[in-house]
């Protein structure tokens, strides 16, 4: 099954390079004839007004667009949430360096009072340890390999990622970010194998013309598939 996230004016759906072609065929079948337009992006318009729009990494065709996809890409992978990280180096879909690790992080109380605020400071202090723990792991594993990378894939909390966005040492790495950024569960070494196999997939964004109906535009069963 694809993953599919909702953003603005419509949703955006995870490919794998090498099911791309099939995906526009089904979004074709689904929305009748389509025009294909490459020019940076690629912007696949539907005969009923619906769109699908993808980043390309070269080519002036679909075919040389989707060749390009599928090659093999060395990309850094930061995936950080409050209290847990896992950084590393893939190359295609498999991990080639990491780092992982977690700092205890207490959650909000909702106690009043002098003991609350001896508490928020607390977790404020375990916080701050936690991120800069993710930002020394961050500066060891892919500052010293950004002329290595074809890009960098983030994931994860984004209140955490702009804390380490905000860290001078690691500038380089989040100028190579991608846009998207990975919903990802507590940052462990499996998470981050799954995400190199995410970063691997074309994000691919449709606006549909009709309102989406259960059982109609189901991504799992349709152009997600």
Do not use: Y
């Not at 998470?191 to 691919?204: S, Y």
């Amino acid at each position: 099954m694809s993953r599919v996230r909702p953003v603005p004016g419509g949703r955006a759906v995870e490919v794998e390079p090498e099911r791309v072609h099939g995906w526009v065929t089904r979004f074709a079948e689904r929305h009748g004839p389509v025009d294909v337009r490459v020019d940076g992006n690629v912007v696949i318009t539907a005969a009923d007004g619906a769109t699908a729009t993808f980043v390309t990494r070269g080519g002036t065709t679909l075919d040389e667009v989707v060749e390009k996809l599928a090659e093999p890409r060395r990309v850094g992978l930061v995936l950080v949430r409050l209290g847990g990280h896992s950084v590393g180096v893939a190359f295609g879909d498999r991990v080639e360096v990491s780092a992982t690790d977690r700092k205890q992080v207490h959650g909000r109380i909702r106690a009043g009072g002098w003991s609350q605020q001896r508490f928020a400071r607390r977790r404020e202090g375990q916080a701050r340890v936690a991120l800069r723990a993710a930002a020394d792991d961050v500066a060891r594993v892919l500052v010293p390999r950004l002329a290595e990378l074809d890009g960098v894939v983030l994931g994860g909390d984004r209140q955490a990622l702009d804390v380490l966005r905000d860290d001078r040492r690691l500038a380089g790495v989040f100028t190579r970010a991608e846009d998207r950024v990975l919903d990802v569960p507590e940052p462990r070494r499996a998470v981050l194998d799954e995400a190199a196999r995410r970063a691997r997939c074309v994000e691919i964004v449709i606006q549909d013309t009709r309102a989406t109906r259960p059982g109609v535009d189901r991504m799992d069963g349709g152009e997600g598939a």
